[in-house]
């Protein structure tokens, strides 16, 4: 059984940054992508950003150039650097993995308002 945890969620103004942690545990394949979504008030759940087991990084048009996806292997754990955040990146922050199964963390509030 695999399980996510994340954390590093809270509030914070306009313009401000915030690091997002998700530690994955238990049976994990040697090869797997880690990544993050999020899921605005009223919206579907959507791609932030993507890593491979490669370090090859997918990013959404929305937060190119302002947020940074990257892992440790050795910790089972990726992170999601936000910089330069705006009301609309308000959002729950969910971390996934993707093995041979998809994993889901419990999700992480992220709220930016001054």
């Known amino acids: 059984q695999v399980q996510l945890v994340e954390s590093g969620g809270g509030l914070v103004q306009p313009g401000g940054s915030l690091r997002l942690s998700c530690a994955a545990s238990g049976s994990i394949s040697s090869r797997y992508a880690m990544g993050w979504y999020r899921q605005a008030p009223g919206k579907q759940r959507e791609l932030v950003a993507l890593?491979?087991?490669?370090?090859?990084?997918n990013y959404a048009d929305s937060v190119k150039g302002r947020f940074t996806i990257s892992r440790d292997n050795a910790k089972k754990t990726v992170y999601l650097q936000m910089n330069t955040l705006k009301p609309e990146d308000t959002a729950v922050y969910y971390c996934?993995?993707?093995?041979?199964?998809?994993?889901w963390g419990q999700g992480t509030q992220v709220t930016v308002s001054s």
């Open positions: 890593i491979s087991s490669g370090a090859n990084t």
């Open positions: 996934q993995l993707i093995a041979n199964y998809v994993y």
